[in-house]
């Protein structure tokens, strides 16, 4: 904490709960396989880039069995976060939903959005990311906060007062965060499109005992 316009230094301890996680580690690993099913599924999308939308999203491919090492690595660390997180996984299991390549072009963003339907995670894994491509952003989900928010200090620094935070993609990097947090990618500046996979990852509570049979009269 800074200094306050008397000069006396904050003495107070801060405790700092509710809070909002971005996971981010470097798997270049992957790249090579998973750039291969992603080319794949790209390739089939015969339309021309959308003059207003310039971008295209693949189909699903997350049964590709070549993803099956990939897809292991998600949901264990899925798995692993939520769990550190402070939620009871006994008897949980972490199921990856949907993967797919989104391939924006110049002057393309995603706009803020977070993702429903049962989605506990979401992420991303960047495949190509050109000079001037977008940054990945997260946004505080706290609307009494966006709503009275104060101007920031530094807004180049991620502070307790910041609205958004963002990343600089590069091949191979992950981002992993919880699907409640409003997420968004600013416009594409590159003539070369970005790549990257996002991903939906839900829970399943496993199933202990068989359900009686129903009986029919
Ligand atoms: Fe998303």
């Avoid at 291969?36 to 693949?58: C, Q, R």
């Avoid at 807004?155 to 968004?184: D, K, Q, R, Y």
Wanted: glycine share 6%; proline share 6%.
């Amino acid at each position: 904490m800074g200094k306050s316009l008397r000069g006396v230094q904050l003495t107070m301890e801060a405790f700092h709960y509710f809070p909002s996680s971005v996971y981010l580690v470097q798997k270049p690993e992957f790249l090579e396989v998973v750039n291969g099913v992603s080319e794949e599924a790209l390739s089939k999308i015969t339309h021309d880039v959308h003059e207003i939308y310039p971008m295209h999203n693949t189909d699903n491919y997350v049964g590709d069995p070549r993803l099956e090492g990939f897809c292991t690595y998600l949901w264990q660390s899925g798995w692993d976060i939520l769990q550190s997180q402070g939620y009871d996984m006994t008897n949980v299991s972490v199921m990856v939903d949907a993967v797919w390549t989104q391939e924006h072009h110049k002057h393309s963003l995603m706009e803020q959005h977070v993702h429903g339907f049962g989605t506990q995670l979401v992420g991303f894994y960047f495949l190509e990311t050109p000079e001037n491509c977008s940054r990945a952003m997260f946004h505080d989900p706290r609307g009494g906060k966006v709503q009275i928010n104060l101007p920031e200090a530094d807004m180049s620094v991620a502070t307790p007062a910041s609205n958004t935070i963002n990343f600089a993609p590069e091949p191979g990097m992950m981002l992993i965060s919880n699907a409640w947090l409003p997420h968004s990618f600013g416009r594409h500046g590159s003539d070369q499109p970005i790549k990257f996979v996002h991903f939906n990852l839900s829970v399943r509570y496993n199933q202990t005992c068989a359900a009686p049979a129903a009986e029919v009269i």
